[in-house]
Nanobody, 122 residues
Framework: QVHLVESGGGLVQAGGSLRLSCAAS????????MGWFRQGLGNQRDLVAT???????IYGDSLKGRFTISRDNNKKTVDLQMNGLKPEDSDVYYC????????????????WGRGTQVTVSS
């Protein structure tokens, strides 16, 4: 099993900053991609940002420049620095990771945290 725990959510004013962090624990051999998604309005969660183990990052539309994703492979953590927050950024943010649990495994699986609330007031 892999357990992801998010932290850093809270209430901030528009234009403010917040830093989210996600810590992974459990049986982990390799974490290929780490990322953040938010609930959005639909059934599927919306991409916020992802980062590969090599450091290549992808951001959701209109988020690049305000949000910065980073990871620490030794600590098995992924952070999301959010600057210039807007009320429309308010949502539940979920940590997601593609994990190969054992070196002998032939595939990897996606794991989700329980989410952390981000609220931006105007």
């Amino acid at each position: 099993q892999v357990h992801l725990v998010e932290s850093g959510g809270g209430l901030v004013q528009a234009g403010g900053s917040l830093r989210l962090s996600c810590a992974a624990s459990g049986t982990i051999s390799t974490i290929y991609t780490m990322g953040w998604f938010r609930q959005g309005l639909g059934n599927q969660r919306d991409l916020v940002a992802t980062i590969t183990k090599e450091g290549a990052a992808i951001y959701g539309d209109s988020l690049k420049g305000r949000f910065t994703i980073s990871r620490d492979n030794n600590k098995k953590t992924v952070d999301l620095q959010m600057n210039g927050l807007k009320p429309e950024d308010s949502d539940v943010y979920y940590c997601n990771e593609a994990v190969r649990r054992r070196a002998s495994d032939t595939s990897y699986d996606n794991w989700w945290g329980r989410g952390t609330q981000v609220t931006v007031s105007s």
